[in-house]
């Protein structure tokens, strides 16, 4: 589970929905990320996306999926 995404998202007041919509994908899609069980090896397009949608630096997502 990625609590730090869940953490950030919440933290922004944004839910699944509104990410998913952000990121152009399925709510259930984004659920999937979020869990972990999707983009186990998160890939850098949707790393940028995160990074750019909760405000922080992309190195800050980097360092936290190689925890």
Known sequence: MRGWLKEKRTEKNLTMSQMAGKMNITESYYSL???GERQKKMDLSVANQ??????V????IIEKEGE
């Not at 995160?50 to 405000?55: E, K, Q, R, T, V």
């Open 33 to 35: 990320i979020e869990s």
């Open 57 to 60: 630096p992309l190195m800050w």
């Open 50 to 55: 995160l990074s750019a949608i909760l405000d």
